[in-house]
């Protein structure tokens, strides 16, 4: 049986929880079940909500109750959508066709009908649970697993990823492999990369080697990452990333390169000089423009991905590249900083979004939202009488870096990493774009 109902002119509503609000009155006030505004937003905690914590209302515009002997794929069919998009309209179905009668599954969301394609990535380490995967592949056009590793023979230090190429191939996710120069120690290797670049045979043999691991694989492309260049190196990396992109695509597949967040050509610091934008967006068929880490472990207290920041970058690439060539960086995380800061000593650990709104659970902090960088952010003091300050991601964020995306008509956005869970963000990007199937 087909429901339709409408709400207004509304289609999504970021609500900010007030003082004395439960998820029975916000879902109330919204007509709504709290078992449904649980589910989309993956409440860690949905019996003790914190102040200033954002919350994302959907409206479902289409609603088909299962009956015996429905499957997913035959709801699929009968509404002429993938089993891809139940899965992403339904979270709680948490990536498993386990259906009974009687079961409510959204069919379509008010904002879903005008929605524009994009590309929807992510990053992740190879130790995901096979439950999670399952869970997120359908919001996903492609998966990235990190990272493959060079020797210095241009043989390639592989990774156990079979959890996730597997489970992408049941999803109809392509997974990509991911290279780079990291060292054991985490750090790139300026040497190990000046050594790849200045020696064709070394590259020859590395695409030999890159090709033969996509083909046994089962990678839909490679992922390349090399950071910290000198500015010499920068056009010998883009003739490098255009022979690869040349062997990939004769396969059928692509190639994707990291770029640095850079606002001009001649940005100095050896972050940026080696990535010159208008070559390697030449060389590649995507880039992916690593928006975030303005806020980082070393630093001081702010935000990861101030919003005005990853415009101004944005701006710039626009400048040098389609726009359609542009995969916008999404950060899943945020950080914790003990106060005070000292330069050179302090480090801040790394949270996600749901750690964020439990860690501020725990210690009755006010949730509070800073305008001018579009994140939200709290102060704390704990059990030794530390104080801390934290800036992370929410719907808020996230909805305010979709737009940017919307407003410049990229090829999509891709997340800094898997290991953050950050079902929000997927939710929102779900109803405001057509996720890409390839």
């Known amino acids: 049986m087909k429901y339709t109902f409408m709400k207004g002119c509304e289609s999504m509503i970021i609500h900010t929880v007030k003082n004395g ?25 949905p019996e003790n909500l914190v102040v200033g914590q954002s919350l994302v209302i959907l409206f479902p515009k289409t609603l088909h109750t299962v009956t015996k002997g429905e499957t997913l794929s035959s709801i699929a069919e009968k509404y002429s959508v993938s089993t891809r998009q139940l899965f992403r309209n339904n979270p709680f179905l948490k990536g498993n066709d386990i259906l009974y009668s009687g079961m ?3 069919i379509e969301y008010e904002e879903q009908e005008n929605s524009v394609p ?3 990535n992510a990053y992740t380490y190879a130790g995901l649970s096979s439950g999670y995967l399952k869970q997120i592949m359908s919001y996903l056009t492609y998966i990235i697993s990190f990272t493959y590793g060079i020797n210095k023979d241009g043989s390639l230090i ?9 489970t992408a191939q049941m999803y109809k996710t392509i997974p990509l492999m991911h290279l780079s120069t990291l060292t ?5 290797s300026n040497a190990l990369a000046a050594a790849i670049l200045n020696n064709t045979y070394l590259q020859d043999k590395i695409i030999e080697n890159i090709v033969k691991e996509v083909k046994e694989k089962g990678y839909g492309g490679v992922d390349i990452d090399f950071e910290f260049l000198p500015a010499e190196n920068s056009l010998d990396y883009a003739k490098f990333i255009s022979k690869i992109t040349s062997e990939m695509n004769k396969l059928g597949f692509i190639t994707v390169v990291a770029l640095a967040p850079k606002t001009s050509a001649d940005q100095p610091g050896l972050l940026y000089e080696g990535h010159n934008y208008s070559a390697l967006s030449n060389a590649a068929d995507y880039v992916f423009v690593m928006t975030y880490e303005w806020g980082y472990t070393y630093g001081p207290p702010m935000a990861v991905s101030p919003i005005k920041s990853v415009e101004n970058v944005i701006k710039y690439a626009l400048s040098e590249m389609s726009s359609r060539k542009i995969i916008m960086g999404l950060p899943s995380y945020g950080y914790n900083w003990t106060l005070p800061y000292v330069q050179g000593e302090s480090k801040a650990i790394s949270i996600s979004s749901d750690e964020a709104v439990m860690t501020a659970l725990k210690y009755s902090a006010e949730i509070l939202f800073d305008e001018y960088t579009q994140t939200p952010y709290f102060y704390y003091t704990d059990e030794n009488m530390k104080n801390h300050e934290v800036w992370f991601e929410d719907a808020r964020s996230a909805y305010a870096k979709f737009e940017l995306l919307k407003k410049y008509n990229l090829a999509g956005g891709g997340y800094w990493n ?3 869970p950050f079902l929000q963000s997927h939710m929102i990007m779900n109803v405001m774009f057509d996720i890409e199937e390839k």
């Open 21 to 45: 609000e439960t998820l029975y009155s916000i879902s109330s006030l919204y007509g709504l079940t709290p078992t449904f505004i649980q589910s989309i937003n993956a409440l860690p905690n």
């Open 104 to 106: 409510l599954i959204v």
């Open 118 to 120: 994009v590309i929807s």
């Open 158 to 166: 592989p990774i156990d990823d079979y959890m996730v190429t597997e």
């Open 184 to 188: 054991s120690t985490g750090v790139f």
């Open 418 to 420: 898997l290991e953050r």
